[in-house]
């Protein structure tokens, strides 16, 4: 018989799962791209605020409360005579850390408990969803709140509360992909070949439901900005004067009494930024699953 | 199925004789990028009233492509050229307006999976009576109308089915509620695309029953779209037989089961795995249907055609005529095909 | 129990809740014959099969291959390596869809030579001759191995699910629909090369099908099934050529052909009681 080629280039570039993957991130329109772009140019920032800032963001001078903008100070200062720009830059650093530690904590937790519960189904599935049912009810800050009343404020206390809140979301979905999945003839085939569930889960159910865990971890990542930012706002995440968004708008308050709107506004613009861009980034990815399943 | 339905078509308000549908010379394009050929490339086809006339092809032939331009369902980005005349108006350059009036009223489709054409929330009666309200039908005539409707596709208890839900209906039983609702604007075409596919054998027998014994009733035209030669042979008057976006042969059903003039056409004949007693095994058609991605020239087939001569891979063969139909093939005249 | 050649399924049963999808099937398998198994949806066909490989648990029944059981030791857990993969190598199975039942991520090659690696201690250059080998069978050669499954057609990616099924030298290969998806061109040319394989390797076949005309052509025997129950079955010719139940004989009928009478078979197909509700 005579096999009749696809075009080569479309061939060439379906060989190399690295590229495919790389496809994923591309082609979705001007709007991912530049939610993307951002996105980078954020971590970036974040790695770079020491070279980046201008001013020591902790530094305090009361001579020089709330001045304008341009000047010495480019966004200018806050309260406390502290440089509002460099405050920004090293916002961006806790400002990623937190989420970053979050959704990783979430995703990989989630994944495993989902995929177990997917998998496994019966008693096991029970089980699991039930207890993912019963964090699922119990609001995040509010776990959050608990936890920092036990621990005390800082870091880890809201992390580690936010951590636990969002692996029933990651937990949920995967166990669904998970379910639907196990049911496909590909991976029924490796079942009927003899190979053990473990192996079939790790080798091609994880890969395959990757993208979807990613799309939902991106959008998590976004929530847990804004939860986190909400938590130092409230008094009870990052503490002063370590430089954080959500921090930065609850010392920026009082100064809007004094019609200085920046110090409050500044970090909450940034804060928006970077959940709207998460937020495009992750329905973007989920977006180009869904066509690629078509 | 032996009635002259073109006689019945007469109390139908029409032109007895004048075709219900007439695809003439009809070209449809996709960007370069999406295809390297035409997904149909001069197709041009005809159904008079009361007539049952079968669309067969392959994966990527451009049956459901052709069948779909007759509602004005075209492909994004979709260029055109020839045209897709409904009872004498071209649907391809009808305004938005005509376009629903004419899908409201002359044309009615019947897809492959009944459950993906009908919306899961809403109860049947909604769904058969929502075109006849739209045309100003009052409501208690819509619902006397179809309930008349289900009863006449053999739906029991009629009133009762009109408030389930299409969930409490089986495929075969859905696909004939879907068949009502075609018939409710009283179409001079029903285009039915493998209506009967995604059934079970013995509800398929049923529901072609229904759907060409209301067809002869009403002298409705059918175009009947299938991958099945066999189902096409049983029912159908005339048969167009496509591959790769060309017409490659058509004329009665008869004639061309009996003595196919395109080695195509003969292929998927011997290929067809044959119930009756003593039928040959299937023989296969070497290689594969051409993809879109695929732009060869002369005729499509030649690749695989066990008659190719060098001219075949060169020339495009013109579709003329051949005793009662039309093949294009080069050597349809020499009494290639056993 | 008497120790019989082949495969031997008795009283197959299981049930969902209230609903009995599988009622006492029973059939067998000589070696290197061709059984198919004939029925509507939700008639247990495919469950019956999904038990025989293990992807479903039977609620009661046997199902033994040259007298051994096959049955035992699927309880809770499932069974041992071992025996999972003593298993694997005695039945494979070639799933109905191409488009799903290939690892989107996994060249050709790679998927036939993970069978390989898990079922036979072969050094990297004799399981890429095998590799090899069992692809050129299927008629395809070293640029489809290196393909992943999107650049295939759907009768190459059936292919492929063939030659990995072959890959771990089963007994017994179950085909569930294996053609139903695709074009009736490339059917034939499926069929062939099943019939070529069978010839050659003397591989015993369950045929899973709605289409009897598949089954008049590539089966020795046939069981026909309807609400889960064997209402016939014998010889493939005989079942076809001369049914003695009713059901068997409605099948037949509506298969369309010239000179069919849909409106008729629509008539005895209510006299023979219905679809179940």
């Known amino acids: 018989m005579t096999l009749t080629a696809p075009p080569a280039a479309a061939t060439a570039l379906r060989r190399r799962p690295g590229l495919r993957r790389l496809r994923l991130l591309g082609g979705q329109g001007p709007l991912f791209t530049a939610a993307l772009l951002l996105l980078a140019a954020l971590v970036l920032v974040a790695a770079l605020a020491p070279l980046l800032a201008p001013y020591d963001p902790e530094a305090m001078d009361l001579t020089a409360s709330l001045v304008g903008t341009g000047g010495d100070h480019l966004l200018g200062t806050d309260q406390s005579g502290r440089d509002i720009l460099s405050r920004l830059l090293y916002g961006a650093r806790t400002g990623l850390l937190g989420p970053l530690l979050v959704v990783a904590v979430s995703t990989v937790l989630g994944t495993g408990l989902g995929v177990l519960a997917g998998w496994r189904g019966g008693w096991a599935d029970a089980v699991?969803?039930?207890?993912?049912?019963?964090?699922?009810?119990?609001?995040?800050?509010?776990?959050?709140?608990?936890?920092?009343?036990?621990?005390?404020?800082?870091?880890?206390?809201?992390?580690?509360?936010?951590?636990?809140?969002?692996?029933?979301?990651?937990?949920?979905?995967?166990?669904?992909?998970?379910?639907?999945?196990?049911?496909?003839?590909?991976?029924?085939?490796?079942?009927?070949?003899?190979?053990?569930?473990?192996?079939?889960?790790?080798?091609?159910?994880l890969p395959n439901i990757a993208p979807t865990v990613l799309a939902q971890s991106a959008m998590n990542f976004g929530y847990a900005l804004m939860d986190l930012a909400a938590l130092s706002f409230l008094g009870f995440g990052v503490q002063p004067p370590t430089a954080d968004w959500g921090a930065m708008i609850n010392e920026g308050q009082s100064a809007i009494q004094q019609g200085a709107m920046l110090p409050a506004l500044a970090p909450s613009f940034c804060i928006v930024l970077a959940v709207v861009a998460f937020g495009i980034v992750g329905e973007g990815i989920a977006d180009r699953i869904a066509k690629r399943e078509r | 199925m032996t009635t002259d339905r073109s006689t019945l078509a007469a109390g139908h308000g029409r032109t007895a004789d004048a075709p219900v549908l007439e695809i003439d010379r009809l070209t449809l394009r996709l960007p370069d990028d999406r295809a390297a050929r035409p997904l149909l490339d001069g197709?041009?086809?005809?159904?008079?009233?009361?007539?049952?006339v079968g669309l067969v092809g392959e994966s990527g032939s451009g049956k459901s492509v052709a069948c779909r331009s007759v509602l004005g369902l075209l492909p994004a980005r979709a260029r055109t050229s020839g045209q897709v005349r409904v009872a004498g108006r071209d649907v391809l350059t009808m305004g938005r307006a005509d376009l629903a009036a004419t899908r409201a009223g002359e044309v009615a489709m019947v897809f492959q999976d009944p459950r993906a054409s009908v919306n899961p929330l809403r109860r049947v009666g909604d769904f058969l009576t929502e075109g006849l309200r739209a045309t100003g039908v009052p409501a208690a005539r819509a619902t006397a109308r179809a309930v008349e409707l289900l009863g006449a596709v053999g739906i029991r208890d009629p009133r009762g089915a009109l408030r389930r839900r299409p969930h409490e209906f089986s495929g075969g039983m859905l696909q004939r509620v879907v068949i009502a609702?075609?018939?409710?604007?009283?179409?001079a075409l029903v285009v039915a695309d493998e209506p009967t596919t995604a059934l079970d054998v013995t509800t398929q027998a049923e529901i072609i029953a229904i759907l060409t014994r209301l067809q002869a009733e009403r002298g409705t035209g059918?175009?009947?779209?299938?991958?099945?030669?066999?189902?096409?042979?049983?029912?159908?008057?005339?048969?167009?037989?496509?591959?790769?976006?060309?017409?490659?042969?058509?004329?009665?059903?008869?004639?061309l089961f009996d003595r196919p003039r395109h080695p195509y056409t003969a292929g998927l004949l011997s290929c067809t795995p044959r119930l009756d007693p003593g039928a040959p095994a299937p023989r296969p058609i070497a290689g594969r249907p051409v993809s879109v991605a695929e732009a060869p020239p002369g005729c499509a087939f030649a690749a695989r055609c066990p008659y190719a001569q060098p001219r075949c891979t060169q020339e495009v063969p013109a579709l003329t005529a051949h005793g009662a139909g039309l093949a294009a093939c080069h050597r349809a005249d020499e009494g290639i095909l056993p | 129990m008497t120790e019989t050649s082949g495969l031997a399924v008795r009283g197959l049963r299981k049930a969902y809740g209230d609903h009995v999808a599988v009622d006492d099937v029973s059939f067998t398998l000589a070696p290197g014959s061709s059984l198919g198994i004939?029925?509507?949806?939700?008639?247990?066909?495919?469950?019956?099969?999904?038990?025989?490989?293990?992807?479903?648990?039977?609620?009661?029944?046997?199902?033994?291959?040259?007298?051994?059981?096959?049955?035992?030791?699927?309880?809770?857990?499932?069974?041992?390596?071992?025996?999972?993969?003593?298993?694997?190598?005695?039945?494979?199975?070639?799933?109905?869809?191409?488009?799903?039942?290939?690892?989107?991520?996994?060249?050709?090659?790679?998927?036939?030579?993970?069978?390989?690696?898990?079922?036979?201690?072969?050094?990297?250059a004799a399981r890429r001759a095998r590799v090899a080998e069992l692809l050129d069978q299927v008629g395809l050669g070293p640029r489809e191995a290196a393909a992943l499954p999107r650049a295939l057609s759907?009768?190459?990616?059936?292919?492929?699910?063939?030659?990995?099924?072959?890959?771990?030298?089963p007994r017994v290969l179950v085909l569930d629909e294996a053609v139903a998806a695709l074009d009736v061109s490339i059917q034939a040319q499926i069929l062939e090369l099943l019939t070529g394989i069978r010839r050659d390797a003397g591989i015993g076949y369950l045929f899973v099908t709605h289409d009897l005309g598949v089954v008049r052509h590539i089966t020795e025997e046939v069981v026909v099934l309807r609400h889960g129950r064997v209402v016939e079955s014998g010889a493939t010719d005989r079942v076809l050529g001369a049914p003695e139940h009713p059901y068997t004989r409605l099948l037949l009928d509506s298969v369309p052909r010239r000179g069919w009478d849909p409106a008729r078979i629509a008539g005895a197909r209510a006299a023979a009681g219905g679809p179940r509700p």
């Open chain 1, 128 to 205: 699991l969803s039930r207890s993912m049912d019963l964090v699922f009810a119990v609001p995040g800050l509010l776990l959050a709140i608990m936890l920092v009343a036990v621990a005390g404020s800082g870091m880890t206390a809201p992390v580690v509360a936010m951590a636990v809140a969002y692996t029933p979301y990651v937990g949920r979905l995967v166990r669904g992909v998970a379910r639907q999945e196990k049911a496909r003839p590909y991976i029924e085939s490796y079942r009927v070949q003899g190979w053990s569930g473990r192996t079939i889960c790790l080798r091609h159910l």
């Open chain 2, 43 to 52: 197709v041009s086809l005809t159904v008079a009233p009361g007539e049952t």
């Open chain 2, 181 to 187: 609702a075609a018939l409710a604007g009283d179409p």
């Open chain 2, 222 to 255: 059918l175009l009947f779209v299938t991958h099945d030669l066999e189902l096409a042979a049983a029912i159908c008057d005339r048969v167009y037989v496509m591959y790769a976006g060309r017409i490659v042969e058509t004329g009665p059903t008869t004639g």
């Open chain 3, 38 to 124: 004939v029925g509507e949806s939700g008639s247990g066909k495919t469950t019956t099969v999904r038990m025989l490989v293990g992807l479903e648990r039977a609620d009661a029944g046997s199902v033994t291959l040259d007298g051994r059981d096959r049955s035992a030791g699927t309880r809770r857990g499932g069974p041992r390596r071992a025996e999972r993969l003593a298993r694997a190598r005695e039945i494979q199975m070639v799933f109905q869809d191409p488009y799903l039942s290939l690892d989107p991520r996994i060249t050709v090659g790679g998927c036939v030579d993970e069978v390989l690696r898990l079922h036979f201690r072969l050094g990297p």
């Open chain 3, 154 to 169: 759907g009768g190459q990616r059936q292919r492929v699910a063939i030659a990995r099924a072959l890959a771990a030298e």
